[in-house]
């Protein structure tokens, strides 16, 4: 022999058995089948997230155009009970002889709920805000929740505070 180790008859080939690729598919499948359920709610939790910054805004702005008096109008916010419902900022003197073409509509997301405790409402709120001041008529809470158990609360105070 020259100068190097014997070489074997049989060469050794490096690399992965049938059963550890077994073993590292599964547990692939097993980390993915742990987290799927809350990427799931997360795309929940971020709907009602954002369903109940909407609301906020659409509160706000309809508070804001009735500061500014827009058509010496009533500017008005209404919301329906339910899941998936519409809500939309309004004006006029009542919701049936509001201005259509000034209505602005939102949506929310089908997994997104809301309920309100606001006197004198039934399964709808229609909420009114005074000219120049912005103060609301009425004030009470928003409750938005999504399928996945989440919740925001939104609080209309009488000098025309709206928090979440």
């Known amino acids: 022999m020259e100068g190097g180790p014997a070489l074997s008859k049989w060469k050794r ?6 059963i550890e690729l077994i073993i590292v598919i599964g ?5 993915a089948g742990l987290t799927l ?16 910054s909407g609301v906020v805004q659409a509160l706000r702005r309809a508070q804001f155009r009735s500061m500014l008096s ?18 939309m900022i309004y004006t006029g003197t009542s919701y049936a ?13 089908d997994t997104v709920g809301v309920s309100f405790s606001f006197p004198s409402t039934t399964s709808t709120l229609n909420l009114r805000f005074a000219r120049i001041t912005g103060n609301p008529f009425a ?16 609080r209309v105070g009488l000098q025309g505070q709206i928090t979440q």
């Open 13 to 18: 080939v490096e690399g992965m058995t049938v």
């Open 27 to 31: 547990l692939i499948t097993l980390l």
């Open 37 to 52: 359920p809350f990427a799931g709610n997360f795309g929940q939790r971020n709907d009602e997230f954002a369903a109940a």
């Open 70 to 87: 827009e058509g010496g109008s009533n500017v008005w916010v209404r919301l329906v009970s339910g899941t998936g419902t519409d809500y």
């Open 97 to 109: 002889t509001r201005n259509q073409d000034t209505e602005e509509i939102y949506k929310l997301p």
């Open 139 to 154: 004030t009470g809470t928003v409750y938005l929740y999504s399928n996945a158990g989440d919740s925001s609360t939104i």
